[in-house]
């Protein structure tokens, strides 16, 4: 049975929550209410806009358990809150960041492009040792300023042990950065109890949310580490000084938002994280685990279809990655698009990433479709 709340038509079997995911109804409908009272009223309700941005502040900080609301800044993306970070602290030649060789290019980019100040970036191989975080914490040493993972592996769907790894940076005094984008939406997540000091994702993919807004925390002692990069109006602790007399940066995390806010994508966006708070992150993993153990299970069973996506990991995240026995990965992608599935090739093979309304039935469906070549 299909939920309420999506309206996907009815030959599309959507797996692809890992990259860019549908919007529920409750998000459309709030995109065409704004856009209608844009067109009758112009920007006459701004102060009940202004009430919105408040709003989704706080639904942010519920859903990763942040402190305070002020520690949650609205920004672009995932990939502009790393360069904040990577363009915020100040580097010293010889420092060095450890990261993972799994990482999507957002979370080794920024990181690269710091060679030139003398900085180096490390990638573990997380098969390389007995555990992932093993691996991370045998490239550290007294050099590292920084570690930088993904929650959630995009490729293989490999889920961290963040609280260990936190706490391994908190008794070093390294800086801990993560990228949630894979994590957010789909299993719960706690910036405290993981002793995160940064942490960043875009709301479009798990989280049901438009594409151009995105949350980037910061604790509070983490976040007068970073001297800003971008300067305007938006993050002076007095917004409406227009006259630009003396001026100071704003005390919460909104010294990162230096224009003019996505009102739309507010709007869009606080819809989508209204439906998960209402369902609770709880219920919501249990649901997408639950899926994906469904998938892992079929696909080992079926002798035409190969698992790559570990059995071996104790925590679980959303995502099943396989392959063909006998056929090329660009031949099953096509195939499965072109009859309806919608997935992604990633990691040697085809990326399934259910979320918690996706029926039994649509996943029997994709994977006969997968094997029945």
């Known amino acids: 049975m299909k939920h309420p709340e999506f309206a996907l038509t009815d030959d599309l079997i959507y797996l692809n929550h890992a990259a860019v995911a549908p919007w529920p109804k409750r998000t459309r409908d709030a995109v065409v209410r704004f856009a209608e009272q844009n067109t009758v009223y112009g920007s006459h309700y701004y102060l009940d806009w202004l009430k919105q941005e408040a709003d989704i502040r706080r639904q942010l900080q519920a859903l990763i ?3 305070s609301a002020d520690d949650i800044a609205l920004v672009k993306n995932t990939s502009e809150a790393l360069s904040f970070v990577a363009y915020g602290l100040p580097w010293q030649t010889g420092d060095n960041i450890v990261s993972s ?22 990638q573990a191989d997380l098969a390389s040792a007995e555990s992932p975080e093993d ?78 807004l995105g949350v980037f925390y910061t604790s509070a002692e983490a976040r007068n580490k970073l001297k800003l990069t971008q300067f305007g109006w938006h993050m002076m602790k007095d917004t409406h000084n227009y006259e630009n007399l003396p001026w100071e940066i704003h005390p919460t995390a909104r010294r990162f938002e230096c224009g003019s806010p996505n009102m ?32 892992k299970h079929a ?68 994977l006969e479709l997968a094997a029945g070549l």
């Open 299 to 366: 696909i080992a069973a079926n002798d035409q279809l190969v698992l790559l996506s570990r059995w071996d990991s104790p925590l679980k995240s959303g995502i099943v990655t396989f392959k063909h026995n006998m056929l090329a990965n660009e031949a099953l992608y096509q195939h499965l698009q072109q009859n309806g599935v919608v997935c992604a090739m990633r990691g040697g093979g085809i990326r399934f990433s259910p979320h918690f309304y996706n029926t039994f039935e649509e996943m029997d469906r994709a």
């Open 135 to 212: 691996a991370l914490f045998a490239l550290v040493d007294g050099n590292t300023r920084l570690l930088t993972i993904s929650s959630i592996q995009f490729t293989s769907g490999l889920r961290m042990d963040l609280q260990r790894i936190g706490h391994f940076c908190k008794q070093r005094d390294i800086l801990f950065c993560i990228d949630a984008i894979q994590s957010l939406g789909a299993v719960q997540f706690d910036v405290q109890a993981y002793k995160a000091d940064f942490v960043m994702a875009d709301g479009h993919k798990w989280m049901f949310g438009p594409e151009g």
């Open 264 to 295: 739309l994508g507010i709007h869009a966006f606080s819809a989508s994280l209204s439906l998960l708070l209402e369902t609770g992150m709880e219920a919501v993993e249990s649901r997408v685990i639950e899926r994906t153990d469904y998938l």
């Open 101 to 122: 060789n799994e990482e999507f290019p957002s979370n080794r980019l920024p990181w690269q492009s710091l060679a030139d100040q003398g900085v180096e970036f490390r």
């Open 65 to 67: 358990n942040a402190p």
